[in-house]
């Protein structure tokens, strides 16, 4: 019972001791496979506690003991029932190795290492990866900023916010009721406060109802409505706010080119396509034109499919798959341009630091696949069959006509060349390891 799992990352120890002692650290450290869900980060790690949120209503409450700055934190579960059950402590360690940092997890608890070891493997190469991102950055003229984010509790901002706080940036949410403290404002998005923005550095502008569903008037008036009037409002203030950003980041989508555009290679520079997403998108990158007037560098994010077990498709597909019961869509043969959810934040990032960058950028991986290639590697991932496709006749009845055309059926075989053309490296470019790193399956973890 119990583990220890032991990784060198190539960073001095005080900078990954820092980091775990950041804002955001927990989260960028919780597999999302499981269902663990942070409801309140320690503010120290010498005596606070986090809590997280089990299913059933348990809380996993651990507090922060041993404090030894840069060698070693301890957090012990304390909360009941849970502690009487699963009793669990959890040392940190971090030793200088070469010119590197051996991290040291030791788990005391009756949990088997079976179970411990995939989540394990994944908070180390989380950290890895994170810490070569956030060093990569700085080394291009990242500097610590003031970025104002809208949509900060859904899938991406949650995720975006996390990773620019353990970076060392102060993240403000533009929360649309009561704000909580110094690091929320609350914002109108018919009608932003004029001090809205007042010391940000820059915006990331990511609110807008979801897509998914069937495509009826209240739904279109929804999507389009939650997107083109607050993108102009807040862009304009972003604009005319003197001590305010100089950068405007906008989500965007590759629904720009349209629901099928064949086997055309699509990049930044393509037409737009036709269709109902396609105008809204159009429409909408075409709001952030007002921050652009005004001086501000303003990128618009054409974010593809989102790789992750918390949302989007992967959170669909993945209990059909793991149940046997998943297959390809119709005859498989329409592109996926996706991408992990951990490269979108990177690409994110890199467009408040990077000058360089501007307008449209294609966040996709630079391997988009066909949906049976990637129906295909999800179930070798899983260890399961894909043998039931699924007729075109489910989406329709599940999305209209429509829904089914502009969502599920859709093809668009997009490339990121605006990042390319920058040297820009993604953590994976290719799906199956991806899939592997979000869903705890990397084989090396079984050790």
């Not at 019972?1 to 820092?18: D, I, K, N, Q, W």
């Not at 064949?262 to 990049?267: K, P, S």
């Not at 593809?304 to 019961?325: D, E, K």
């Not at 006749?393 to 599920?408: F, H, K, M, T, V």
């Amino acid at each position: 019972m119990g583990l220890t799992y032991s990784s060198v990352v190539g960073h001095p120890r005080p900078e990954v001791f820092a980091w775990h002692e950041r804002p955001g650290a927990v989260l960028r450290l919780t597999p999302p496979w499981t269902p663990l869900r942070v409801v309140r980060e320690a503010s120290t790690l010498a005596g606070g506690a986090a809590v997280l949120r089990l299913p059933l209503g348990l809380r996993w409450v651990a507090r922060h003991t041993g404090y030894e700055p840069p060698e070693r934190f301890v957090d012990e579960l304390v909360s009941a029932p849970l502690r009487w059950v699963v009793p669990w402590r959890h040392t940190h360690e971090f030793d200088e190795e070469g010119g590197g940092t051996r991290v040291t997890d030791t788990v005391d608890t009756r949990v088997p290492e079976a179970l411990l070891r995939p989540m394990f493997a994944y908070r180390h190469r989380q950290l890895g990866l994170d810490l070569a991102a956030q060093a990569t950055a700085r080394n291009a003229g990242d500097w610590p900023k003031v970025v104002a984010v809208t949509g900060s509790r859904g899938l991406v901002g949650s995720a975006l916010v996390s990773f620019l706080t353990t970076a060392g940036h102060r993240v403000i949410r533009l929360v649309r009721g009561a704000p909580h403290g110094p690091d929320e404002r609350r914002w109108d998005p018919r009608s932003p406060a004029d001090d809205l923005l007042r010391g940000v550095d820059a915006v990331i502008h990511l609110a807008g109802a979801s897509i998914a569903g069937r495509f009826t008037d209240a739904h279109r008036a929804a999507v389009r409505g939650s997107r083109t009037g607050p993108t102009t409002a807040i862009a304009a203030l972003a604009g005319r706010t003197a001590d305010g950003p100089r950068v405007f980041v906008s989500a965007s989508a590759i629904g720009y080119y349209g629901p099928d555009r064949g086997d055309e290679v699509l990049t930044e520079t393509s037409a737009p396509g036709d269709g109902f997403l396609a105008d809204v998108v159009r429409d909408w990158e075409r709001a952030t034109a007002v921050a652009a007037e005004a001086g501000l560098r303003v990128v618009t994010v054409r974010t593809g499919l989102v790789q992750s077990p918390r949302g989007g498709t992967l959170r669909l597909f993945y209990p059909l798959f793991a149940a046997g019961l998943g297959g390809r869509l119709g005859d498989g043969r329409m592109w996926q341009s996706w991408i992990g959810i951990d490269d979108l934040v990177d690409v994110y990032h890199r467009a408040l630091y990077d000058e360089r960058l501007s307008g449209p950028v294609n966040a996709v991986a630079p391997t988009p696949v066909r949906n049976a290639d990637y129906t295909a590697t999800l179930a070798t991932v899983l260890r399961r069959p894909a043998l039931l496709p699924v007729p075109d006749l489910g989406p329709r009845l599940l999305l209209g006509q429509e829904g089914a055309d502009e969502l599920a059926q859709a093809s668009q075989r997009v490339s990121p060349e605006a990042l390319l053309a920058l040297g820009h490296r993604f953590r994976h470019p290719t799906l199956e390891p991806v899939l592997r790193h979000l869903l705890g399956r990397d084989p090396r973890a079984r050790g």
